[in-house]
């Protein structure tokens, strides 16, 4: 008696998607892989996409549907996707995308062929209607972070991963619930992926089976949407706002030096990533991250005039939020100097803030 197939958790993120969400439920039903469960996780729509969605689950029963009461933006869709369901692959979609019929099945064929790879995905392309294919990804965006060489395989993730077809494949979920949270920080998947390869190869097949609809959004764009406040909100030009959506490329590498800090390695070893963070990123975006780097410099003068003028709680947290920026911009481009910048910060601060603790004393006394 042949020994059953693993399940795969097909786990579907959506947010008002009522245009596409039928044709990718069909498209999930329409896997040959013969052991799929699919769970719908709605991200607070408030159009028909539920409607829809609720159709399927009435006509087919193993249809599971999660609905959050607000949407709370892609990091934390992305995380409820990573560990809903028992099975033990894990595939994270999106409602808007498409995958050929077989792209599980080729997928589950990688992973366990190598026991030691802990994520598959496939090339991908981009259309705009179901006949019309826009682009193709090229063959470099592909990842193959493979061998026993741990650094290795951090180091080529770090290298070539650019295009979502990288990101959304099928993962062994032993080695997803090794990964740390994810934290609302631009390049949050190029970190989730890069501390994957910690635990296991990265293979892909080479054939475009994911079909992205529409292609990617600018950088800018993208590190907005990816910070908390955006998630839910809360503008991010207000005197509480967090500063790292200004420089999106140089968020992403320090992104990646938080995440090794804490992984479970010796200290030598931790040490030894995030200065190949910093040597990777370096070589990989520099010009780019120079072109933030001096924009951060430009806006400088406006975010300390907003610690000068703000009330003292306000203070704070502006100048954490300020400190937390140049510190991740000082990491990733030393020769930049930002020293000068967090003494200001420090110092206006600390003016502030200890003119309002004399101000209240007196106060007190009068």
């Known amino acids: 008696m042949a020994a059953a197939l693993p399940n795969v958790d097909v786990?579907?993120?959506?947010?008002?998607?009522?245009?596409?969400?039928?044709?990718?439920?069909?498209?999930?039903?329409?896997?040959?892989?013969?052991?799929?469960?699919?769970?719908?996780?709605?991200?607070?729509?408030?159009?028909?996409?539920?409607?829809?969605?609720?159709?399927?689950?009435?006509?087919?029963?193993?249809?599971?549907?999660?609905?959050?009461?607000?949407?709370?933006?892609?990091?934390?869709?992305?995380?409820?996707?990573?560990?809903?369901?028992?099975?033990?692959?894990?595939?994270?979609?999106?409602?808007?995308?498409?995958?050929?019929?077989?792209?599980?099945?080729?997928?589950?064929?990688?992973?366990?062929?190598?026991?030691?790879?802990?994520?598959?995905?496939?090339?991908?392309?981009?259309?705009?209607?179901?006949?019309?294919?826009?682009?193709?990804?090229?063959?470099e965006h592909l990842l193959n972070a493979t061998g026993p060489d741990v650094m290795a395989r951090v180091?080529?993730?770090?290298?070539?991963?650019?295009?979502?077809?990288?990101?959304?494949?099928?993962?062994?979920?032993?080695?997803?619930?090794?990964?740390?949270?994810?934290?609302?920080?631009?390049?949050?998947?190029?970190?989730?992926?890069?501390?994957?390869?910690?635990?296991?190869?990265?293979r892909h097949v080479p054939e475009p089976m994911y079909w992205r609809r529409g292609g990617g959004k600018p950088v800018l764009r993208l590190a907005r949407a990816t910070t908390e406040q955006d998630n839910r909100g809360v503008p991010l030009d207000d005197v509480l706002a967090e500063q790292r959506w200004r420089t999106p490329l140089i968020t992403t590498a320090y992104?990646?030096?938080?995440?090794?800090?804490?992984?479970?390695?010796?200290?030598?070893?931790?040490?030894?990533?995030?200065r190949l963070v910093q040597a990777v990123f370096r070589m990989r975006w520099l010009p780019l991250m120079q072109g933030e780097a001096a924009q951060l410099h430009e806006a400088i003068p406006k975010l300390l005039n907003d610690i000068a003028a703000a009330q003292p709680i306000e203070v704070a947290w502006l100048a954490r939020t300020l400190t937390e920026v140049l510190v991740g911009a000082q990491a990733i481009l030393p020769e930049e100097d930002f020293a000068r910048e967090l003494l200001e910060v420090a110092a206006i601060s600390g003016e502030v803030i200890h003119s309002a603790t004399v101000s209240a004393q007196s106060s007190e006394i009068a």
Not at 59 to 77: D, F, L, M, Q, Y
Not at 156 to 169: D, I, L, R
Not at 172 to 198: I, P, Q, T
């Open 11 to 139: 786990n579907l993120i959506t947010y008002n998607n009522v245009r596409t969400i039928g044709e990718t439920i069909e498209n999930v039903l329409a896997q040959t892989w013969p052991a799929v469960s699919l769970t719908v996780i709605d991200n607070g729509s408030d159009d028909k996409t539920m409607e829809v969605v609720e159709n399927y689950a009435a006509a087919h029963p193993t249809i599971r549907i999660k609905r959050n009461r607000h949407n709370v933006g892609p990091v934390a869709n992305v995380q409820r996707a990573f560990w809903f369901g028992d099975a033990d692959f894990v595939m994270p979609k999106t409602s808007d995308d498409l995958v050929s019929p077989e792209y599980i099945e080729r997928l589950m064929a990688v992973l366990l062929a190598f026991p030691d790879c802990v994520m598959c995905h496939a090339a991908g392309l981009v259309f705009t209607t179901t006949d019309h294919v826009d682009h193709y990804y090229p063959p």
């Open 155 to 202: 180091q080529h993730v770090m290298q070539h991963y650019t295009s979502a077809p990288s990101f959304w494949g099928v993962y062994r979920r032993d080695a997803v619930d090794r990964l740390s949270m994810m934290r609302y920080r631009a390049g949050f998947d190029h970190v989730v992926l890069a501390e994957l390869a910690l635990y296991g190869e990265i």
């Open 255 to 274: 992104a990646h030096m938080e995440a090794f800090a804490k992984v479970p390695l010796p200290l030598s070893q931790r040490q030894q990533l995030m």
